[in-house]
């Protein structure tokens, strides 16, 4: 894992996932805790070469791959877990994650790998997203929602920490299909880091580079959005011909417009989680209604 120090109070952990990391008078507050005990403990090596103790854990949202190494931090140091009301019943209770992916139903030993199963982790206090200060430092939590239901990200200083709330063009070419529990929300929440990002120097995603210059982050921005707009119009083309159709035969129609493959069960569940979210904010929009035929339940344009 690399350390980078984005100002006098401020560093980035990159691995896996960024970890930020905001210091306050020799101790520090960590943001997100990586994967698995493995990162928990390259978080705390490094901390530790800082000459910091950490005392607090902001989680952005309770992803595997955020959350995952907070276990074993909190075993270690004794330090206070702070994350949003939702996030917080998952961390407590990992396997909502893969059981959410399922549709609720008990997860195929293929989703319940350490990339969607985590070690659980109890909060200590359950965030608004709006907070102005943790553990006495003074910061602001800001609600983000989209990637993750309750998703928040930080802003500290001249630094502007926003979990998944986008992803880098190179990470996104890569997945081909972001996931997005709430396609519309995302939206929103997209167009809102851009009227703010003018105001920070450095921007750190979830994952990949860290911005340093706003029209970089701005394009990471658009292209996540351009991304997302692409989805709902797949769908909407793929309705256009007045047909209903369901959502296994939409998500064919965005992975193969997306150039995506689908080879495994957790690629085709999180690809799911985002049609079907797409499909939910095109009928919230009033584009689309559910349709049920022979027993399918189905969507069609609504004209
Ligand atoms: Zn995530």
């Known amino acids: 894992m690399q350390l980078t120090q984005l100002h006098e109070q401020t560093w980035v952990i990159q691995g896996g996932a960024n970890i930020g990391v905001i210091a306050q008078e020799g101790r520090c507050l960590i943001i997100d805790s990586g994967m698995d005990k493995d990162a928990g403990r390259d978080i705390l090596n490094q901390v530790k070469k800082l000459g910091l ?3 607090s854990l902001l989680i952005t949202h309770a992803h595997a791959d ?10 270690q140091t004794g330090l206070k877990v702070y994350a949003t009301r939702v996030e917080a019943a998952v961390m407590s209770g990992p396997i909502l994650e893969p059981l959410y992916l399922f549709s609720g139903a008990q997860p195929p030993r293929e989703l319940q790998h350490k990339f969607l199963l985590a070690k659980p982790c109890l909060v200590d206090s359950v965030l608004e997203g709006n907070e102005q200060a943790i553990d006495h430092i003074p910061l602001q939590v800001i609600s983000l929602p989209g990637h993750s239901i309750e998703q928040v990200g930080v802003a500290f200083g001249d630094t502007l920490f926003v979990g998944d709330a986008f992803l880098t063009p190179e990470i996104l070419d890569k997945h081909r299909i972001p996931f ?3 396609v519309q929300a995302g939206l929103t929440t997209l167009t809102t880091l851009k009227t703010r990002m003018a105001s920070f120097k450095h921007i750190v995603a979830g994952h990949g580079e860290i911005y340093t210059s706003t029209e970089r982050a701005n394009g990471a921005i658009d292209y996540t959005v351009e991304r997302l707009e692409r989805i709902l119009e797949h769908i909407r083309v793929a309705l256009a011909d007045g047909e209903a159709r369901t959502v296994a035969e939409l998500l064919r129609t965005v992975a193969n417009a997306q150039g995506a493959k689908i080879e495994a069960l957790s690629q085709y569940v999180l690809y799911n989680t985002t049609v079907q979210s797409a499909v939910s904010t095109l009928y919230a929009w009033g584009e689309i209604h559910p349709f049920f035929q022979d027993n399918f339940l189905a969507w069609q344009r609504t004209r």
């Open 66 to 75: 955020h959350f995952g190494g907070a276990h074993y931090l909190v075993r």
């Open 53 to 55: 103790t950490p005392t």
């Open 180 to 182: 997005y529990t709430d």
